[in-house]
């Protein structure tokens, strides 16, 4: 306990002069910096070697905090109240007083923002006097780290500080849903949009437009930079192959996502797995088709967007 409250600390002391840093979420590490500051936030891009159009997600400790940025409604809270903190990021529109940076929203009057459960990180947001910027802590384009030691691969020394929680528990990014005007699903994520639907009483569809309005939206995305072949029943000679349950048949080729199709397991498990080849150094993969149901929609979302490299 000590030792955390040491740690997190350090990452306020970071934070307030400006620095990026590493911070744990439920959903997948996040590189943090201060959202109101124009300095700070500049440092993501560069790090991540982000495109500037590319707009980053807003981390909030509460409402209270919220309210000072941005406009709210009864569709938002509804939700907030159901599933916040939580795998769920909400596009709002900001306040004209707002100090979020331009850098933030790619100079928009919209800003994405979250409300990250992992006990760390709240406590971190809860002592700081501004929210955070944080998107996933790799090189742009790349897999997305699930714990300290992924981080520690994407930046080695360029990082200041890691604040270590350990391996994240969902392992793939928020599910994003705009509340500008009709309510929309941007990116599939950590909450499966059916139960979404269910809980508003309405059908909430995915947008399908290929234009960058918040993260994850890029076609090339979520990458271990190898060539990917989808829904293979059979692989090839010396390709990585993965599957979504364990089989009697052992091969040195195959790396599994879960012990019995467990669709949450599988998903906690897909960006390691991509790791754990890409050292192995394979120069392909297979991945046997996904069920497109639940969470299993949001991995089939991540397995496209890898494949298109």
């Known amino acids: ?92 529109n900001l306040k004209k007083d707002s100090l979020i940076s331009k850098n933030v929203t790619n100079k928009k009057d919209t800003v994405a923002i979250r409300f990250p459960k992992h006990s760390l990180t709240r406590k971190l947001l809860k002592n700081l006097k501004f929210p955070i910027a944080a998107p996933s802590a790799n090189i742009s384009s790349r897999i997305s ?66 234009n960058i309005t918040v993260p994850g939206q890029a076609k090339i995305h979520y990458s271990p930079q190898i060539p990917i072949r989808l829904n293979v029943k059979q692989p090839r000679q010396n390709e990585a192959f993965i599957l979504i349950k364990k089989r009697k048949l052992y091969d040195k080729n195959f790396f599994y996502l879960s012990k019995n199709k467990n669709l949450k397991e599988a998903a906690k498990n897909l960006y390691k797995t991509f790791r754990k080849i890409k050292k192995k150094k394979y120069r392909f993969i297979a991945i046997e088709k996904i069920p497109n149901r639940g969470i299993g929609e949001a991995i089939n979302d991540r397995l496209m967007r890898a494949s298109k490299f």
């Open 145 to 210: 780290p699930v714990s300290k030691e992924d981080v520690k691969d994407e930046f080695g020394k360029k990082i200041k500080f890691i604040l270590d929680g350990g391996r994240s528990k969902i392992g793939l990014e928020s599910t994003i849903l705009s509340l500008i005007k009709k309510p929309q699903i941007l990116r599939l994520g950590g909450i499966d949009k059916n139960k979404i639907n269910k809980f508003l009483k309405i059908n909430i569809k995915k947008n399908k437009k290929n």
């Open 1 to 92: 306990m000590k030792k955390n409250l040491s740690n997190i600390k350090k990452a306020i002391n970071y934070l307030n002069n400006d620095d990026c840093i590493a911070i744990p979420t439920e959903t997948v590490y996040g590189l943090a910096a201060n959202a109101y500051s124009n300095k700070a936030t500049s440092k993501i891009f560069k790090l991540k070697n982000r495109s500037k159009k590319n707009p980053l997600i807003v981390h909030y400790y509460n409402l209270k905090f919220l309210k000072k940025d941005c406009l709210i409604n009864k569709q938002f809270l509804k939700l907030y109240k159901k599933y916040c903190p939580g795998p769920i990021s909400f596009v709002l």
